[in-house]
């Protein structure tokens, strides 16, 4: 029996958006808590670090990278400490505090560059020092300490944050790409926490078409409503005429606001066992 046109195009829907690899990822993570591209993300990064403890701590590659970056940013450097972290985490570190080191001597804030009689005229009395030489002084000194403020500085962006920028990339397309079709992602969407702020910008921003953003803004404006309710009814819950109701839902409505808006909190540490089993 032949199939109809309609059925041609829900199976050649199916069969693309199993050929999408990062559309199962997606609809899964929208599945659950949160932001699912902050999720997933945070999964890539641990990931990542997983390789670099457990594989590639003494990829000279890898510490060349973070020694450019001095160290992980905040989020992701914090990301590393995970069971039997230790050791790697001290050879990483080391590296890094090794590489500071060689940074202040070549970068020095005394300028022992100078005539033998500068330095006297430094030792004299201020009143003493000739004013152009005072003047110079006062110039070269705070190019001196910028110079090393400089040098301390990232020279490179961190390693973790450099490989997650496209993976986002990916996952936004991939979102954007799906929310309009027949059995996508719109209805996933509208069930789920939504993205952050940040990211539903980004996404919007990388909207492949007028439709694409329509479909995008009314599932985040369907989430954001649901999550306004929810705040009112928390809000309403505590007042002290209505503490005896129980709470619902919206118990949590206040983190669920936060991370919403500000993305979600700062981990202190993975979610991920080591593969040892010490410190």
Known sequence: MKKSSRGRRSHESAANLDAMPFYHGVREALGQQGCPLCRLLARDADRYLDAVLWELVNDP???????????????HGWM??????????????????????DVLPAN?????????????????????????????DKAQGPKRTLKLVQA??????????????????????????????????????????????????LALA?????????????????????????????????DQRFRDEPFGEERDAWRRALEAISGPPPRSESGRGGLTQSV
Request: with cysteine; aromatic share 4%; charged share 25%.
């Open 108 to 136: 020095p804030v005394d300028d022992h560059s100078g005539s033998k009689l500068r330095g006297v005229l430094r030792r004299l009395d201020s009143d003493d020092v000739p004013e152009f030489m005072r003047s110079q």
């Open 206 to 238: 990388s909207a492949p078409s007028t439709g694409a953003a329509q479909a995008l803004v009314a599932a985040q404006q369907s989430v954001w409503e649901r999550l306004h309710r929810d705040l009112g009814e928390f809000i309403r819950k505590n």
């Open 61 to 75: 590659g890898v510490r060349s990278e973070l020694n450019q970056a001095r160290g992980y940013c905040p989020q």
């Open 152 to 201: 301390l500085s990232p020279q490179a962006p961190c390693p973790v944050c450099a490989r997650l920028e496209p993976r986002e990339k990916d996952y936004v397309r991939t979102l954007v790409a799906h929310l309009e079709e027949p059995g996508g992602l719109a209805e996933a969407y509208r069930d789920s926490d939504g993205l952050c702020l940040s990211h539903f910008r």
């Open 80 to 101: 590393l400490v995970r069971a039997g972290a230790a050791v790697g985490i001290a050879i990483l570190m080391r590296d890094v505090v090794q590489t500071l080191l």
